[in-house]
């Protein structure tokens, strides 16, 4: 088979190369953007995860604040029924004042009660609406997520068909020429074979001298770019 022929052959592997370099870059690169809606999704939740943790702290101190009410309550109690036993006046006004002291620092305590549910009933709320708000979140999420995994069953299913189309061209394609194709597509990101357009290399754009334009119009040898290293070849030709 001549050289032109083979060149053509080599041409047509190259679009069919060129688009699979481009959705294999595409597919590697689905799992981290998943990864990344993830992680954008999980900050989200943070929000919710602090009110709900700030709820729990209320409840444990309302419940050590209820306990300290108990003691208190009991202690007034206590010294209530103490009072009967007392024999000196001035031994009864003590007493007054330490069950008025104890009823006072009970006082205190059941306010600091009442303003913990004030505050859990707010938080509550808070972490209600936010629950609203993560439940249309997420729907979006997994509609993207969603999309990003057809995607990629789209690239997969395309790679497919053009590996499929890759293994009808190559038989007709010299093994040496193929193999110094395959390893300048690999070295050069996906593109071994770019056209000469207006005396210019396809691949780096350096200027191509008209002896070498006149090389590839011979077709008696493979003709690389000096600069780049990728085979160069001239459409229409």
């Known amino acids: 088979m001549d050289l032109k022929t083979q060149i053509i052959g080599l041409v047509r592997l190259q679009e069919l190369d060129s688009e699979i370099y481009a959705l294999g870059n595409e597919r590697s690169a689905k799992p981290q953007e998943i990864k990344a ?20 702290d209320l409840q444990k101190q309302r419940r050590e604040k209820e306990l300290q009410l108990a003691t208190n309550v009991e202690g007034v109690k206590k010294l209530t029924g103490q ?14 004042q330490q069950i008025a002291d104890a009823k006072a620092d009970g006082g205190v305590i059941e306010e600091k009660i009442l303003i913990s549910f004030e505050e859990s009933d ?25 999309a990003v995994e057809l995607r990629s069953e789209e690239i997969d299913s395309r790679l497919s068909q053009l590996d499929a189309q890759r293994k009808q061209i190559i038989p007709g394609i010299d093994p040496k020429m193929l193999q110094k194709y395959e390893r300048i597509l690999h070295s050069r990101d996906g593109l071994a074979m770019v056209t000469v ?22 077709y008696e ?8 290293n990728r085979i160069l070849y001239i459409t229409g030709d």
């Open 37 to 56: 809606m993830e992680t954008a999704f999980e900050l989200k939740k943070q929000n919710l995860m602090v009110l709900e943790k700030k709820s729990l």
């Open 83 to 96: 009072l009967f036993s007392l024999k000196t006046n001035k031994e009864f006004q003590i007493m007054q």
């Open 122 to 146: 707010k938080i509550k709320a808070q972490i209600d609406s936010e629950n609203l708000k993560l439940k249309d979140e997420e729907k979006v999420f997994l509609q993207q997520k969603k």
């Open 197 to 218: 357009k207006d005396n210019s290399c396809g691949g780096c754009h350096m200027l191509v001298p008209p002896q070498v334009i006149n090389l590839i119009k011979m």
């Open 221 to 228: 040898h493979i003709i690389t770019c000096e600069v780049c």
